[in-house]
């Protein structure tokens, strides 16, 4: 049996690369296939290779265990990488920063790091760039401007991508696979347009597909969405999501505080002069969100 790591799956096939580079497309034993953690790009599996086929330039084969993953990230799905880029437009479509925030929170709960690239910088005028970057002052993770089309920042987003297995997701449309061409030209990744209406990506990428990277390390490109939720999570552990609040819990009066109401909340006093007042407003939502929906 070989080692190899899954870096496509679709309709029922999984693409392998063995640690030469070469490819298989696989197909898994029933159990891996039933089984609720069912196999996700960027897994670490052992397969049996098959015949070397005279047609095609990949052998076939089947994957018979699934190896211990570092950690998964459920949306979008993704095992073992080391950080997530969160990718926004800042127009066309515009920033979601509430779905932003619940990205970060999924990456924090898998204990990931993450940074944000705001792209199409080439959009918007340079004053109206400094007003955006004076308000995201008190963000609490790092920001890149980018543009695929001008090519700003992309020497700063390669330098974070390389040596890291990275995983990009956002919105439809907001520039996630014309980066990654930017970065690397060689992918040739299918783009996709806007629609003039709606301002909305048409869902170019169908799959996520991981792209070894040529700076060393890989990304896994993945297709666009806007509704995300947040599975199963307790409101009360919420604010360990929230890095920014972290040092600041000692502080609060109430021990178990989940600053909201409670009276001298250390986090409460900090917004707007340490504490970003969207994040704090996210925080909130999220809570209520969240506390609707416990069974009791
Ligand atoms: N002006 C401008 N347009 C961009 C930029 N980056 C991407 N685009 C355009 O935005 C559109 C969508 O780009 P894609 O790269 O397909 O977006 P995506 O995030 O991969 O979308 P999905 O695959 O649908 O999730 C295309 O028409 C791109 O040419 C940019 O920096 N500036
Ligand atoms: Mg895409
Ligand atoms: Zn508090």
New binding site residues.
Partial sequence: MLEGRVIKAAGGFFTVYDETGSEYLCRARGMLKRDKASLMVGDRILFEPGEKSSVVDYSEGVIEKLLPRINCLKRPPAANVDQLVV?MSIKQPGCDWQLVSRLLVLAEQEKLAAFLCL??T??VAADELRLLTGQTDLYPYPILYT???SGAGLDSLKERLSGQCSVFA?P????????LNAVQPGLSLQ????SDKIKR?????RQAELLPLTSGGSVVDT??FTRLDFFKLEPALLADYFPEFEHLRECCSFRNCRHISEPDCAVRREIGKTLSQMRYDHYQYFVKELSKREVY
């Fill in positions: 990718v792209n199409k080439d959009l543009s695929a089309v956002g439809s449309g907001v520039g996630k696979s014309s980066l783009t996709g347009t806007v990506g048409r869902h170019t990428t297709p666009g």
